[in-house]
């Protein structure tokens, strides 16, 4: 009914306006028909030059990607083929080698292979997943000939070195990387060849990156004349005629058909908000308030929910106290001793099958409520506070050993039925029911659940939680304390250390990070350690953002500061809250463009995994204003590097725990494709953690060019 009389309104004003001023309307009317032919001739262009942008930035992405996979097949052959245990065995003196070594070895998984052959070209040695069920006659021929090229670098003096190829058959398109066995050393005569290789897509990488490498197996082509971008690391056995290119995805007329379809939406939905935009506003208000009254719904109703969904009882809090409190009856056996067992599910990321948070929820929790009804020692089963599952059990033994297990093995089971459409985190802590006073203990479990750190399983604990819940109570009493001495700071000190690339002789400073110090009145009763994380237990890390953004822009806008450019970390807290992001949107619009873009806001990479369509959002407003973004910390976490394709940052930042680790293959082969990366989509590598001259001259000579750390604290800067 609401729609309607909206709708009704906008009607009954088309007409008032049609009858008052009709000329005026037909002028508008004429001047929206030419602006909105004008905008659609540069939608068009410009969605063609983006789309041949793309296509180009995309060729030499998937030369980037293919380069890094190529390097890492490398790197293995040269560890195995001029490794002197396998030379003994292609030499016939060690026939042990492959149970010994390669019968658990991780190059012939997930999709790998290992093929050996002798310098007659007879194969001693297939394994691995890619060639072991059997090895396709086209395939086989592909191998065959890259052998043949292996031999001809050898006689040439060249095989001391590894070469990269790739065989596209119909059914196993592999990529891979060959060299001749030999003694570590280098002496001695060459005892064959090796080839280490892997299909294109592989069971261990995300549906992400397994499309990007089917994406560059179909483009990938030999067609002399072909445009598109070069792809040598997969063309070195291969004459020069015959160089791999990877094509373009789609020709260049149907780039344009696509440039037209692509325009239509932005023309439209430009068109629409000139046409109705009061009304589109009331719509998006209307649903936004369906949206909350449908949360609230939702919570009322999860208990009467997840009680239809379980085969037995499910108590509220409330049941489960005056059953714990009734005397037990000679039919259970007289028992003496309980346990509880308190469960809290958590929802960490889920696909779209599942629309909201809470029905995600409801349905981990109908799940392993089924489960734990089903074991034996469970006597009463209740719903909690915060998503928590209350299980009352009566114990085998007095430690409750087994009950354990069983619990454990239930959220195991929880956690791999859940994983196609989410991923959860499960705490728990299974303890001695104490009767005297079980109001107390079931605050004190909901207490540490909510407060302690996650844990990721089942916390046994026999003597019980009250000293631990007291210790976390004067915690959040030293916590509030804390957050209102923060709140009337009006003061602070800082350091700036910088972010430095050299320039010849000199160091010149890309930008120079913001971190906090703190004020006279709070140093020496408190670190800036335990400061931070008192302001993110109490979720008031916000206000400390807000402070570093405020003396940032502050330090930016003055006269001696006009050349300085800054860096300021931001918590998942103030970018995730659309309350703390309208607020620095704020700080930014107010700025000028020129201040703006000498800003850098750094947020870590662990931040980004969660919820990163949201992140990917306020990422893009953030450049729309002409801030820079960095990833802080990248490399500590769980992110996929399909993540940077998705986040385009302006600095990718390292973690220190890299720049330590030098002469090791796998964090070279990681930093030669982020230093390809950042050429490529215009993103600063920054290696962390530089303390010593060793390791910036080894990082430089890797093409690193932007450095933070210890070492530069003294270092004159241009």
Same mark, same amino acid.
């Given at each position: 009914?609401?729609?309607?009389?909206l709708?009704?309104?906008l009607?009954?004003?088309?007409?008032?306006?049609r009858?008052?001023?009709?000329r005026?309307?037909?002028?508008?009317?004429?001047?929206?028909?030419?602006?909105?032919?004008?905008?659609?001739?540069?939608?068009?262009?410009?969605?063609?030059q983006?789309?041949?942008?793309?296509?180009s930035?995309?060729?030499?992405t998937d030369?980037?990607?293919?380069e890094l996979?190529?390097?890492s097949h490398?790197?293995?052959?040269?560890?195995?083929?001029h490794w002197?245990p396998?030379?003994?065995?292609?030499?016939?003196?060690?026939?042990g080698?492959?149970?010994?070594?390669?019968?658990?070895?991780?190059?012939?998984?997930?999709?790998?292979?290992?093929?050996?052959?002798?310098?007659?070209?007879?194969?001693?040695?297939?394994?691995?997943?890619?060639?072991?069920?059997?090895?396709?006659?086209?395939?086989?021929?592909?191998?065959q000939?890259?052998?043949?090229?292996?031999?001809l670098?050898?006689?040439?003096?060249q095989?001391?070195?590894a070469?990269?190829?790739?065989?596209q058959?119909?059914t196993? #398109?592999?990529?891979?990387?060959?060299?001749s066995i030999?003694r570590?050393?280098?002496?001695?005569?060459?005892?064959?060849?090796?080839?280490?290789?892997?299909?294109?897509?592989r069971?261990?990488?995300?549906?992400?990156?397994?499309?990007?490498?089917?994406?560059?197996?179909?483009?990938?082509?030999?067609?002399?004349?072909?445009?598109g971008?070069?792809?040598?690391?997969?063309?070195?056995?291969?004459?020069?005629?015959?160089?791999?290119?990877?094509?373009?995805?789609? #020709?260049?007329?149907?780039?344009?058909?696509?440039?037209?379809?692509?325009?239509a939406?932005?023309?439209?939905?430009?068109? !629409? *908000?000139?046409a109705?935009?009061?009304?589109?506003?009331?719509?998006?208000?209307?649903?936004?308030?369906?949206?909350?009254?449908?949360?609230?719904?939702?919570?009322?109703?999860? *208990?009467?929910?997840l009680?239809?969904?379980?085969? !037995?009882?499910?108590?509220?809090?409330?049941?489960?106290?005056?059953?714990?409190?009734?005397?037990?009856g000679a039919?259970?056996?007289?028992?003496?001793e309980?346990?509880?067992?308190?469960?809290?599910?958590k929802?960490?990321?889920?696909?779209?099958?599942?629309?909201?948070?809470?029905?995600a929820?409801?349905?981990?929790?109908?799940?392993?409520?089924e489960?734990?009804?089903?074991l034996?020692?469970?006597?009463?089963l209740?719903?909690?506070?915060?998503?928590?599952?209350?299980q009352?059990i009566?114990?085998?033994?007095?430690?409750?050993?087994d009950?354990?297990?069983?619990?454990?093995h239930?959220?195991?089971?929880?956690?791999?039925?859940?994983?196609?459409?989410m991923?959860?985190?499960v705490?728990?802590?299974?303890?001695?029911l104490?009767?005297?006073?079980?109001?107390?203990? *079931?605050?004190?479990?909901?207490?540490?659940?909510s *407060?302690?750190?996650?844990?990721?399983?089942?916390?046994?604990? #026999?003597?019980?939680?009250?000293?631990?819940?007291?210790?976390?109570?004067?915690?959040?009493?030293?916590?509030?304390?804390l957050?209102r001495?923060?709140?009337?700071?009006?003061?602070?000190?800082y350091?700036l250390?910088?972010?430095l690339q050299?320039q010849?002789?000199?160091?010149?400073?890309?930008?120079?990070?913001?971190?906090f110090?703190?004020?006279?009145?709070?140093?020496?009763?408190?670190?800036?350690?335990?400061?931070?994380?008192?302001?993110?237990?109490?979720?008031?890390?916000h206000?400390?953002d807000?402070?570093?953004v405020r003396r940032a822009?502050a330090l930016? !806008?003055?006269?001696?500061?006009?050349s300085?450019?800054?860096?300021?970390?931001i918590?998942?807290?103030?970018f995730?809250s659309?309350?703390?992001?309208?607020?620095?949107?704020?700080q930014?619009?107010?700025? #000028?463009?020129?201040?703006?873009?000498r800003?850098?806001?750094?947020?870590?990479e662990?931040?980004?995994?969660?919820?990163?369509?949201?992140?990917?959002?306020?990422?893009?407003?953030?450049?729309?204003?002409?801030?820079?973004?960095?990833?802080?910390?990248f490399?500590?976490?769980?992110?996929?590097?399909?993540?940077?394709?998705?986040?385009k940052?302006?600095f990718?930042?390292?973690?220190?725990?890299?720049s330590?680790r030098?002469?090791?293959?796998?964090?070279?082969a990681?930093?030669?494709?982020?230093?390809?990366?950042?050429?490529?989509?215009?993103?600063?590598?920054?290696?962390?953690?530089?303390?010593?001259?060793?390791?910036?001259?080894y990082?430089?000579?890797?093409?690193?060019?932007?450095?933070q750390?210890?070492?530069?604290?003294?270092?004159?800067?241009g």
């Amino acid at each position: 009914m609401r729609t309607l009389a909206l709708l009704r309104s906008l009607r009954r004003e088309w007409q008032c306006q049609r009858r008052d001023h009709p000329r005026q309307l037909n002028t508008a009317l004429l001047l929206w028909a030419v602006l909105s032919a004008a905008l659609a001739g540069v939608l068009v262009q410009q969605r063609w030059q983006v789309l041949q942008q793309r296509q180009s930035r995309q060729g030499q992405t998937d030369q980037g990607l293919l380069e890094l996979r190529v390097n890492s097949h490398k790197i293995t052959a040269l560890d195995w083929g001029h490794w002197d245990p396998l030379y003994a065995y292609a030499a016939g003196a060690d026939p042990g080698f492959p149970a010994r070594e390669l019968d658990n070895s991780s190059i012939i998984q997930d999709g790998q292979g290992l093929m050996v052959v002798d310098a007659q070209q007879r194969v001693l040695l297939k394994r691995g997943s890619a060639v072991g069920s059997g090895v396709s006659p086209e395939l086989s021929r592909c191998l065959q000939e890259h052998l043949q090229q292996l031999a001809l670098r050898s006689q040439a003096g060249q095989g001391d070195r590894a070469y990269g190829f790739y065989c596209q058959t119909a059914t196993q #398109p592999v990529l891979g990387a060959g060299t001749s066995i030999r003694r570590s050393g280098g002496t001695g005569p060459e005892r064959g060849w090796l080839l280490h290789i892997s299909r294109i897509q592989r069971p261990s990488y995300n549906t992400a990156v397994n499309q990007a490498f089917s994406r560059i197996n179909a483009s990938l082509s030999s067609t002399p004349g072909q445009a598109g971008t070069a792809a040598p690391a997969v063309s070195e056995l291969l004459p020069a005629s015959h160089v791999l290119t990877l094509k373009p995805a789609s #020709p260049a007329w149907r780039q344009r058909i696509t440039a037209v379809e692509g325009m239509a939406p932005g023309w439209i939905g430009v068109n !629409g *908000l000139v046409a109705a935009a009061a009304a589109g506003t009331l719509l998006s208000l209307r649903q936004l308030r369906q949206r909350d009254l449908q949360m609230e719904r939702a919570k009322r109703n999860q *208990l009467r929910l997840l009680r239809q969904e379980l085969p !037995g009882p499910l108590l509220s809090r409330s049941e489960l106290l005056q059953a714990i409190q009734q005397p037990e009856g000679a039919g259970e056996g007289g028992l003496s001793e309980l346990w509880i067992a308190a469960l809290q599910v958590k929802v960490m990321l889920f696909r779209e099958a599942i629309r909201q948070r809470g029905e995600a929820q409801n349905q981990a929790l109908a799940w392993l409520g089924e489960r734990l009804q089903q074991l034996t020692p469970t006597r009463h089963l209740a719903l909690g506070e915060n998503n928590t599952l209350l299980q009352v059990i009566h114990p085998s033994s007095g430690d409750a050993r087994d009950e354990h297990r069983q619990i454990e093995h239930q959220l195991q089971e929880l956690q791999l039925a859940m994983a196609e459409v989410m991923q959860l985190s499960v705490d728990g802590i299974l303890t001695r029911l104490d009767r005297h006073d079980v109001t107390q203990q *079931l605050a004190d479990l909901a207490l540490v659940l909510s *407060l302690s750190e996650s844990s990721g399983g089942i916390r046994h604990m #026999p003597s019980g939680v009250a000293d631990w819940a007291r210790d976390l109570r004067q915690q959040q009493s030293r916590d509030f304390d804390l957050t209102r001495s923060f709140e009337t700071l009006q003061d602070h000190r800082y350091a700036l250390e910088p972010v430095l690339q050299q320039q010849g002789d000199a160091w010149e400073t890309a930008y120079s990070e913001m971190l906090f110090r703190l004020p006279q009145e709070l140093e020496g009763s408190i670190s800036v350690q335990e400061l931070v994380l008192a302001l993110e237990r109490n979720h008031n890390i916000h206000l400390l953002d807000q402070l570093m953004v405020r003396r940032a822009i502050a330090l930016l !806008g003055e006269p001696e500061g006009s050349s300085q450019q800054l860096g300021v970390n931001i918590s998942a807290v103030s970018f995730g809250s659309e309350k703390h992001i309208k607020a620095l949107f704020a700080q930014l619009r107010s700025l #000028p463009a020129a201040v703006r873009h000498r800003l850098v806001l750094e947020v870590t990479e662990t931040a980004l995994v969660n919820r990163p369509e949201l992140w990917e959002q306020r990422l893009q407003q953030l450049r729309d204003f002409g801030v820079r973004i960095a990833i802080d910390d990248f490399g500590v976490g769980y992110a996929s590097i399909a993540y940077l394709f998705q986040f385009k940052p302006d600095f990718l930042k390292l973690d220190l725990s890299y720049s330590q680790r030098l002469h090791d293959a796998n964090v070279d082969a990681l930093v030669t494709f982020l230093v390809r990366y950042g050429e490529l989509n215009h993103c600063g590598l920054i290696l962390e953690g530089i303390e010593t001259e060793e390791q910036l001259q080894y990082w430089q000579a890797r093409g690193v060019r932007l450095f933070q750390g210890y070492l530069f604290r003294d270092r004159p800067r241009g």
